[in-house]
């Protein structure tokens, strides 16, 4: 059966966790989307770093967002439920003409793909109008099919 310290006990493992905690910054509980880079990627072997929150060996990342795209980092490697974030940035900062550029990159790739969602709706929207207009049609040339089959049978009656 596991022992629980008393809540007025304190190990200085705690007190180094809890430290640590409260000194980061909380751009670091943001986890960048990412991609994978076979040359970094795995677990943090060379280091005893671990997630802040999980206790457990920290992973290796490239992001994948903003300005910080292919800026590797180490982080949490919990996929499940909460994430740590980014622990240790690996790569400085690109420099402020990169993020400019990197910007101007994503905004555009995140205005094209807006412009392709509002040209999908335009389009189902007009599908919904030409079925609407083809069912409308089918049942006037049934209509019609009906008429003329009633005005053979009246000249023939």
Not at 32 to 38: A, E, F, G, L, R
Not at 73 to 101: H, K, M, S, Y
Not at 126 to 143: A, F, I, P, R, T
Request: aromatic content about 10%; glycine content about 6%; proline content about 4%.
């Amino acid at each position: 059966m596991p022992s629980w310290p008393n809540s007025n006990e304190t190990s200085d493992d705690d007190d180094e966790y809890m430290s640590e905690f409260s000194s980061m910054n909380m751009e670091y509980f943001q986890t960048p989307d990412t991609v994978i880079d076979p040359s970094f990627s795995g677990l943090v072997t060379e280091s005893d770093r671990r997630c802040i929150l999980h206790r457990e060996r920290a992973g290796k990342f490239v992001a994948f967002e903003g300005t910080d795209t292919g800026r590797r980092f180490i982080g949490c490697a919990t996929e499940d439920g909460v994430n740590c974030g980014v622990l240790e940035w690996v790569d400085a900062p690109w420099p402020v003409i990169l993020q400019r550029c990197l910007t101007k990159l994503w905004d555009m790739y995140h205005e094209e793909n807006l412009g392709r969602v509002q040209d999908k709706e335009a389009h189902e929207i007009e599908v919904e109008k030409l079925k609407k207009e083809l069912d409308s049609l089918g049942h006037q040339y049934s209509q019609l099919v009906d008429d003329v089959s009633k005005l053979f049978d009246y000249q023939d009656g």
